[in-house]
T-cell receptor, first 115, second 111 residues
Framework: NAGVTQTPKFQVLKTGQSMTLQCAQD?????MYWYRQDPGMGLRLIYY???????DKGEVPNGYNVSRLNKREFSLRLESAAPSQTSVYFC??????????????FGDGTRLSIL | TQLLEQSPQFLSIQEGENLTVYCNSS?????LQWYRQEPGEGPVLLVT???GGEVKKLKRLTFQFGDARKDSSLHITAAQPGDTGLYLC???????????WGAGTKLIIKP
């Protein structure tokens, strides 16, 4: 029962460094999402991929890039990390959001600190 | 920008008490989802309410969707320590099926 798997679980970076957060789902879902979660602010959508081969910006895309590598994998890249990007990052997937009422399934998150 | 205001942000009560969490918006949603999140984990769906005025019950948890589909509430009866966690509401936007998230209610039930 893997569901959505995120790696790494924890990471500390220095300002200006780059890194890629990995996400994979084994539920054959079409849509995948990257969120960040900050205290008192709920979940904010960074980027999403409605289907394989497509990606779109969410609410807070600046400073991030994404790649939908295949149907299973959706990665998030920080090209030049900034302290404001310190957060907990969640990847989620859902089968067909246009059908309505579909739950999003989440990974356990990546805790990222930028010094 | 669509917003979903969730209140209270934090609630600490004794075991056996009742509580209600609210989510309010000026926007209409096609449906509304409630999630629960444990420390170190991602949110997990509890329930989806779809129809205005709908009430759903999961054991001691009662979820209600407002008649105008702009607000929702979660009521817990006789809270137990196992109910401790972060509760999140999320509205489904008609136009693009994205979720608009509330900020969350951190609930602590003391034995």
């Amino acid at each position: 029962n893997a569901g959505v798997t995120q790696t790494p679980k924890f990471q500390v970076l220095k300002t200006g460094q780059s890194m890629t957060l990995q996400c994979a789902q084994d539920m054959n879902h079409n849509s995948m999402y990257w969120y960040r979660q900050d205290p008192g602010m709920g979940l904010r959508l960074i980027y999403y991929s409605a289907s394989e081969g497509t990606t779109d910006k969410g609410e807070v895309p600046n400073g991030y890039n994404v790649s939908r590598l295949n149907k299973r994998e959706f990665s998030l890249r920080l090209e030049s990390a900034a302290p404001s990007q310190t957060s907990v990052y969640f990847c989620a997937s859902t089968s067909s959001p246009e059908r309505g009422n579909q739950p999003q399934h989440f990974g356990d998150g990546t805790r990222l600190s930028i010094l | 920008t669509q917003l979903l205001e969730q209140s209270p942000q934090f609630l600490s009560i004794q075991e056996g008490e009742n509580l209600t969490v609210y989510c309010n918006s000026s926007s209409v949603f096609s449906s509304l989802q409630w999630y629960r999140q444990e420390p170190g984990e991602g949110p997990v769906l509890l329930v989806t309410v779809v129809t205005g005025g709908e009430v759903k019950k999961l054991k001691r948890l009662t979820f209600q969707f407002g008649d105008a589909r702009k607000d929702s509430s979660l009521h817990i009866t006789a809270a137990q320590p196992g109910d401790t966690g972060l509760y999140l509401c999320a509205g489904v936007v008609d136009s693009n099926y994205q979720l608009i998230w509330g900020a969350g209610t951190k609930l602590i039930i003391k034995p």
